[in-house]
């Protein structure tokens, strides 16, 4: 298993200027079809808030599939309230091992596939990864993943319903980030490209794009594969969803901007790959959809991030400058490592800014106070980070009068009673928003047990 610690919209479509130039055709006839409706026609407004987690929120139809999981689990009520209180700790009258039973038995039902019916299997499949998400289980799947992902494969491929095929991929992604393996990424790989490729579901094309991002993180993929997978992302972003029959479809851009973005967390050496990126994610800021717009500058951000590197030992450190780059961290951190410029992220630096002040500063009718507020919360980070690389999310330029330095990045979130983790660098923002896709409710819990999903974001805790 890869060291992770060394790894360390009013139509609900995205029309860049590159798309309005293209004449209509069949492929983008079939991207409005009866499969997208369901999702293009949601509010524009997507981005749920969490008060308790730094209002961090993700903008895709991740969510809704995730609406899907939860609507399954619901409506079962005779097994829901079961489960519920078996993974209760505070249930006293719960016997302490029942949630393990439960999940053993619905373990056997998804690999037992004989007789079973569409509805049994939606519904083992959401238990399943009701209790994996809220309890840490890798000791009791361990030894039934090699049953397990071919089982779930197969509801992948071979789904009866809609419902069924987003459960299991929900499934496989919670799997993974529990128990990873360096063998799952060759299993799943084509099944997951296939699915996206192939699936007439806009869910399931979402749902695959965000487990395939978990796959190739979690399942042994190699740097040249990962970087494929960005590649093939790539793609999908520049096309607008048409090379992967989702013609205009802002939701599955988003999904492939967000993943593109996790995985490019774990690349040390982005300099060869940051122009054709670079390129595609600028076009997708003329999006009409508020979530890729966002999506795609929070990649911006990163690429900016990782274009400055750590003060070598035999390097002379940069003029000191109160206003330069390599200053803005130490500013707020005395002890902060010096960052220097490698590299030249985007040769239009000017436009680009423009651009990104454009959007922080926004006003239209067409959108609700929701996005707009987004909008400007994101692109006033963004554009600061453009400016000032080594500067993360919710940078503060104000000074502290008690300490005399900057305030700094102010995005944190919520451990428990634990205290408080700090996001002050875009890297551990697509992290941290990668894992919550995924784990939902259960992040707080698999971050305090999970080795693995602590390790994919080592942040010291700021205790009160």
């Not at 004449?23 to 524009?44: D, L, M």
């Not at 005779?78 to 016997?95: F, H, K, L, Q, Y």
């Not at 799947?141 to 299991?168: C, D, F, M, R």
């Not at 330069?324 to 490698?342: F, I």
């Amino acid at each position: 298993m890869h060291d992770l610690r060394r790894q360390a919209l009013e139509s609900g479509k995205t029309v860049s200027r590159k798309a309005r130039s293209k004449p209509s055709s069949a492929v983008s006839s079939r991207g409005n079809s009866a499969p997208n409706s369901r999702a293009a026609s949601r509010n524009p407004s997507r981005n749920v808030s969490d008060d308790e987690e730094g209002n961090l929120s993700d903008g895709t139809a991740w969510s809704q599939c995730l609406y899907v999981f939860e609507t399954l689990r619901l409506t079962h009520h005779g097994s829901t309230n079961s489960i519920d209180d078996m993974i209760m700790s505070e249930d006293a009258d719960a016997p302490p091992d029942a949630w393990r039973m439960e999940l053993s038995d619905r373990m056997e039902q998804i690999i037992d596939r004989k007789r079973s019916s569409v509805q049994g299997r939606e519904e083992s499949l959401s238990a399943y990864t009701h209790i994996i998400t809220a309890q840490f289980a890798q000791p009791e799947i361990h030894s039934k993943l090699g049953e397990l992902v071919p089982a779930l494969l197969k509801s992948v491929k071979g789904g009866a319903s809609e419902k069924e095929t987003v459960v299991a991929l929900k499934a496989l992604a919670v799997t993974l980030i529990t128990d990873p393996s360096d063998t799952i990424y060759d299993a799943v790989y084509q099944s997951l490209k296939q699915t996206i490729s192939d699936s007439e579901s806009t869910l399931a094309k979402i749902a695959a794009i965000h487990t395939l991002g978990t796959a190739t993180f979690y399942g042994g993929a190699s740097e040249e594969e990962t970087q494929d997978v960005m590649d093939y992302l790539l793609e999908i972003i520049e096309s607008d969803g048409n090379s992967v029959d989702a013609a205009d479809n802002g939701e599955v851009v988003t999904a492939a901007l967000e993943e593109w973005g996790f995985l490019a967390t774990q690349l040390e050496d982005m300099e060869d790959s940051t122009e054709p990126a670079m390129d595609a994610f600028v076009e997708q800021l003329e999006s009409s959809d508020p979530s890729v717009q966002i999506a795609a500058g929070e990649n911006i951000a990163l690429l900016y991030e990782k274009s400055h590197t750590e003060l070598e030992d035999d390097e002379d450190a940069p003029p000191n400058d109160s206003d330069s780059d390599s200053d803005a961290s130490s500013a707020s951190d005395p002890n902060a490592p010096v960052m220097v410029k490698r590299y030249t992220v985007y040769r239009r630096e000017d436009q680009l800014k423009h651009t990104l002040e454009s959007l922080a500063n926004l006003s239209t009718r067409r959108l609700s106070k929701k996005d707009k507020k987004s909008l400007h919360t994101n692109f006033a980070d963004i554009l600061n980070s453009v400016a000032n690389p080594t500067r993360g999310p919710r940078y503060q330029n104000a000074v502290n009068q008690e300490t005399g330095k900057r305030y700094g990045s102010r995005m944190t979130v919520r451990i428990h009673k634990a205290g408080e983790m700090r996001i002050d660098r875009w890297w551990k923002l697509h992290r941290l928003k990668a894992l919550r896709r995924v784990l939902q409710g259960g992040f707080v819990n698999h971050y305090e047990h999970n080795e693995v999903v602590f390790d994919s974001l080592p942040i010291m805790i700021a205790r009160k």
